[in-house]
């Protein structure tokens, strides 16, 4: 399952690329994407399980930039 969400306060592209490189090490993510210029992130991954990895995806992107917001 494939879907986009809206980054509200992603400061910097240093940023995105350290959250996006992270998520991709969650467990059934199969691919994901981070915008900084778009503020989205675009996220592939188990449909059985979706919820609970973007869960994980939530508190993962929190470490990297604890003021970011991922609108779902």
């Given at each position: 399952?494939?879907?986009v969400?809206?980054?509200?306060?992603?400061?910097?592209a240093?940023?995105a690329a350290k959250?996006?490189?992270a998520?991709?090490?969650i467990?059934?993510?199969?691919e994901?994407?981070?915008s900084?210029?778009?503020?989205r992130m675009?996220?592939?991954?188990?449909?059985?399980?979706?919820?609970?990895?973007?869960?994980?995806?939530?508190?993962?992107?929190k470490?990297?930039?604890?003021?970011?917001t991922?609108?779902?």
């Amino acid at each position: 399952m494939k879907k986009v969400f809206q980054l509200q306060d992603l400061d910097c592209a240093n940023c995105a690329a350290k959250m996006e490189r992270a998520v991709a090490k969650i467990d059934g993510v199969r691919e994901v994407n981070v915008s900084f210029l778009a503020q989205r992130m675009s996220i592939d991954a188990d449909e059985a399980r979706f919820e609970a990895i973007m869960d994980q995806v939530v508190k993962t992107c929190k470490k990297v930039e604890p003021d970011c917001t991922i609108v779902r």
